[in-house]
């Protein structure tokens, strides 16, 4: 199948289970868990460093995609694209509008990182393959420019907030910032497409 | 001064459309041009950098009861009646109108939201029975890490505390399966990190690294399994530091607790 095939019908499927979560099906909204929960909850988990919290924002979410399914924009953004977002901005203003205590073991272990595992189903088999190749490619830029990365979209931050939290030259961090995103769009070009 | 350029225009639409994302501002993403869009769905990209963390059956269970239920009661609302803001006048003006029956028909309202809430609870209560499948699926863990160990093509990187190590008594070993992408790590000699730092486990490829876990040990001695998927392309080697929490990248300026560049077969 080639690229142009694979993006029309990922943009088929995704209208199809979309459009019948906007119809009131269940079975659907299930199938949107299947295959991005795990993700979803792994962000949220990474932003808020709280497995319960994470949850509860998790919980939001899929309320938010139930009840404004409506309102999914193909033309915007990739369904995966538009989850993300919507779970990344509700951990993001729950980090900042809570105080993130410091964890004791005992959260720690609460939140299972010691027996820690990921579970990939059927579903996820793209899901795991975009990590893998997204997480060679973030290994291979330097430590800098994926710092700037990361405090943008684990953290919520701005560039001129990344400049005074890392002690850095706006400049500097908007540069890193250019750096890395045009290497990875370059590096993950395919991937990139498939979602446009 | 100069006029800005076309590249540093398009530059400067780059980091506004990224700060924008960075504030949660989703209708930043609401553009038709092709070009931007490439960097939103980049943007999400960013995202698949986190580990995904499996649901236990009955928290899927209760997540979507409760969003199901949640629709339930919006969405009746939207879909057959007036706006919610319009069936309250109407109710109000019926209330007034048909005094005593009004007030039977909001009582009746009542008791179906109260219904709603009791099935909702009934649910949750249900979800509780799944937590014996999550036994379940730890005895399916725990088979598959014996699969891991036990495979032919197995491979085993032997973790040790390099000169200057802070933890020179512990021992680890990080067994791979290539083929699975999957990966266990096993920690010996650990003690507690310490009130506001965690242990870190990191991938080596080339002259960067990749976080791969993180966790904290409760007692001094207390082994430590960890058990994952995704092992990344040109790994070349492993090493566990102690970092503050919430750092992303290791603070350097003292040896890793453990470190190892090799990979053996022993089957």
Known sequence: MSREERRQERRRSEAELIGAVAAGSSSALTGIHEQYSSMLLGIATRILRN??????????????????ARRYDPDRSSLSTWLVLLTRSRAIDRLRSRRVQQRTVAEVREEGVVRHESQSGPGNVLMRERRRRLTAEMGRLPTEQREVLELAFFSGLTQREIAAQTDTPLGTVKTRTLLAMRKLREALREEIEELL | MSEPTTRDRSDNELLELIDALARGDLEAASVAERRQREWVELFGLLGCEAEPLAFDPGLEERLLGA????????????????RSGAWRLVAAVLLALVGTNGWLLWRAKNAERTVTRLESELEHA??????????????????????????????????????????????????????????????????????GYEYRLWFLIGDGYVAAAHFDVEAPDQPVQVHDRGLPAGMTGVMLTREPLGVENPRGGEPPLLFGDERLRIL
């Open chain 1, 51 to 68: 497995r319960s919290e994470a949850e509860e924002v998790l919980q939001e979410v899929f309320v938010q995609v139930w009840r404004q």
């Open chain 2, 67 to 82: 969003t199901r239920g949640g629709f339930d009661e919006a969405n009746a609302e939207d879909a057959s009646r007036p």
């Open chain 2, 126 to 195: 249900r979800a509780e029975d799944a937590r014996l499948a999550a036994a379940e699926q730890a005895a399916a863990e725990v088979r598959s890490r014996l699969d891991l160990v036990t495979s032919a093509d197995t491979e085993y990187c032997p973790l040790r505390p390099p000169a200057g190590s802070a933890a020179p008594q512990a021992r680890g070993t990080v067994i791979m399966q290539a083929k699975r992408d999957e990966w266990l790590l096993q920690v010996e000699g650990l003690g507690p990190a310490g009130e």
